[in-house]
């Protein structure tokens, strides 16, 4: 028999010594097996992700932001994840598009200025060579990549979603259509353009776009939902968008709530925000646009006409989260939903346009729609509900869509799922539409690429929230950080709580003024003359950031 003497003098067996030690490496080993697999799932099991955008909702519409519209799966989001009180997109639908899927500038991304095309750097009015999409990184680490709605980002074929990325697509490529059927928008585009991944797609008959939508991103989902790759999902909706079509059973249980008019509406949601925490007790409400008309002064059947449109608009919101909450469903039933991370947001602030009475517009439009009264909210009317209703879609901030003000691009934004620790709680900090794209990245474990196709492509503008979400960051931008928008000549910059704004056309450097945002939410003390320095800081920031986006003042002419 042999023995091992150790120093403290015991002797003992060889044999049993190897015997017990084999056994303890063993279990040992198996331990770090399993540690390791673990850690080696989760390390390599990146989220599914919904990418989820409403088309022209207001900041003050949800439930869970205060609104009066009933959104109960929006909210269900909310109460399970984070709001975002200060989310910037820009100030239209495009633009915002472009920004999203590349996480950068608009004019980087080639949108300058949407439905513009033009040989000028910025204003090719479809996404550029200079940016890599969402959908084109995540594939790369292994990603299906599905999407249903509206595209807005290029009509023609190279500019379709199916060569920017997406595995999966059923879109509307321009910026709006009848909610019922193929009718366009304007005599050069009588039909609206759809397609299915490249190819030309009719309307199918009798379906409703937010259904219909929805129907096709599930169908993509369930046909890989057996595979163990992940998926991105993103969910354009063309809802609430004017034209105002929804069925009757959503609208009709809004009838007569808004019988008492716009200007209560927006004083009623400026208290209704205060008290669902999104606005600081002391926001005062901003004076109306000059084009909304005051309600005392309409007859009764203006009245009447004015309710119908948001009970309309209400109706459409109603639709939509049921809709929300039909893709959540099926992500329970599929087992994808406790691994699915879902984003929600608005384009931008609520819609002040009424394409039925424009001068360029309207004379198709009323020759193919009716707006009669007992019409409205039909695949046969085309209504929009103005300044008016938006201004209250948009408060506490001043104006909307369309605007560089704080209405026309502070929209709700809300996170949900794995990697978020909060639950009902609200983000305060500045938050951009450009964070979003670094956000699904880290959460992917993707990297953004220096070049793609062959040429070399922009760096990223936006941050990761991920630490953010985690809670275990206070912020996702330092206090130095530049955000800043050009569209159209109209031009804004954020930089820590200080705002200055270009809102004035024609374009002069001398319309510039200096806001406090953090004490100023709606945009009325302009604070150039008392501070001078501040303004000069910004004005500086913001010339540098036009120099870098190559903005021209007056826009390049059109191809």
Not at 149 to 154: D, E, I, R
Not at 201 to 221: C, M, Q
Not at 281 to 294: F, G, Q, T, W, Y
Not at 303 to 328: F, P, S
């Amino acid at each position: 028999m042999r023995f091992i003497h150790f120093p403290n003098g015991h002797l003992v067996d060889i044999k049993n010594y190897l015997l017990l030690n084999l056994t303890f490496f063993l279990f040992l080993g198996l331990g770090l097996c399993q540690c390791s697999s673990q850690d080696s799932e989760e390390a390599t099991s990146p989220p599914n992700i919904l990418l989820i955008v409403a088309d022209d909702l207001g900041y003050a519409d949800l439930g869970c932001y205060g609104g009066d519209i009933e959104t109960p799966n929006i909210d269900a989001l909310a109460a399970n994840g984070l709001r975002f009180s200060r989310f910037y997109a820009s100030p239209y639908c495009a633009p915002t598009r472009a920004m999203l899927l590349s996480g950068n500038d608009n004019h980087i991304a080639g949108m300058g200025i949407q439905s513009y095309a033009s040989d000028s750097f910025g204003y090719e009015g479809k996404l550029s060579g200079r940016i890599a999409t969402i959908p084109q990184v995540l594939k790369q680490v292994g990603y299906h990549t599905y999407m249903a709605g509206k595209w807005h980002l290029g009509s023609d074929s190279l500019s379709n979603p199916y060569f920017k990325g997406f595995d999966e697509s059923w879109i509307n490529a321009y910026w709006g259509g009848n909610h019922y059927n193929n009718i366009g928008l304007t005599r050069n585009s009588p039909k609206s353009i759809y397609t299915e991944n490249g190819q030309k797609r009719k309307w199918p008959e009798g379906a409703y776009s937010t259904d219909f939508f929805t129907d096709k991103l599930i169908e993509y989902i369930g046909k890989n939902k057996d595979d163990e790759k992940p998926f991105f999902a993103y969910a354009a909706y063309t809802s609430p968008h004017w034209p105002l079509q929804v069925d009757e059973k959503y609208w009709k249980k809004y009838q007569g709530r808004y019988d008492q008019g716009y200007e209560k509406l927006k004083e009623e949601r400026l208290e209704s925000l205060k008290k669902a925490g999104m606005i600081p007790e002391d926001a005062i409400l901003p004076p109306n646009h000059e084009r909304v008309i005051p309600w005392d002064s309409l007859t009764d059947m203006e009245k009447k006409m004015e309710a119908r449109k948001m009970e309309l608009y209400a109706g459409m919101l109603d639709n939509l989260d049921v809709n929300i909450g039909r893709l959540i469903q099926y992500l329970k039933e599929i087992g994808k939903y406790e691994n699915t991370l879902i984003l929600f947001m608005s384009d931008n602030g609520a819609a002040a346009e009424d394409f039925y009475h424009h001068p360029r517009y309207g004379p198709f439009l009323q020759e193919n729609y009716s707006n009669e009264y007992e019409n409205m909210g039909q695949a046969s009317s085309f209504i929009s509900y103005g300044p008016q209703w938006a201004e209250a879609g948009s408060s506490p901030f001043r104006y909307f869509k369309g605007q560089l003000t704080d209405g026309g691009n502070a929209a709700p934004m809300i996170i949900s799922g794995p990697g978020v620790n909060w639950k009902n709680e609200i983000f305060h900090g500045l938050t951009t539409l450009m964070d979003i794209a670094p956000t699904f990245y880290e959460l992917a474990q993707a990297s953004y690429p220096d070049s793609l196709n062959g040429k070399k492509i922009y760096p990223l503008r936006g941050n990761s929230m991920t630490k953010l979400l985690k809670k275990s960051a206070e912020q996702i931008h330092a206090q130095d950080y530049i955000f800043a928008l050009e569209y159209a000549t109209r031009t804004m910059l954020r930089k820590g709580d200080w705002k200055i704004l270009n809102n004035t056309r024609p374009y002069n450097e001398e319309n510039f003024k200096l806001y406090n945002i953090s004490e100023d939410l709606a945009e009325m003390n302009d604070l150039k003359e008392q501070e001078p320095q501040k303004f000069e800081e910004l004005l500086t920031e913001w010339k540098k950031f036009i120099e870098e986006i190559q903005a021209q003042f007056p826009p390049p002419p059109r191809n």
